[in-house]
């Protein structure tokens, strides 16, 4: 049982002086990067969905 409390104790440490956590600023700047990075992802994805569906869609309608 000591270990487990030795490694919470360690942890807690590491976490409060060894880390270095970004700032308010650096924070706000990554998640509009993660924002606008999912929102184009998202798109390209639609883009290609609606492509293959039109072109899945020709396909069969040419074999009726």
């Known amino acids: 049982m000591a270990g ?9 440490i590491e ?9 308010w600023r ?4 990554s998640a509009v990067l993660v ?12 883009g290609m969905d609606q492509i293959i569906g039109y072109l899945l869609n020709q396909f069969y309608t040419s074999l009726t």
């Open 4 to 12: 487990v409390a030795e490694y919470i104790k360690e942890s807690y």
């Open 15 to 23: 976490l409060t002086q060894k880390v270095t956590w970004p700032t």
């Open 35 to 46: 924002l606008v990075a999912a929102i184009i992802i998202a798109l390209v994805i639609f």
């Open 26 to 29: 650096e924070l706000q700047n």
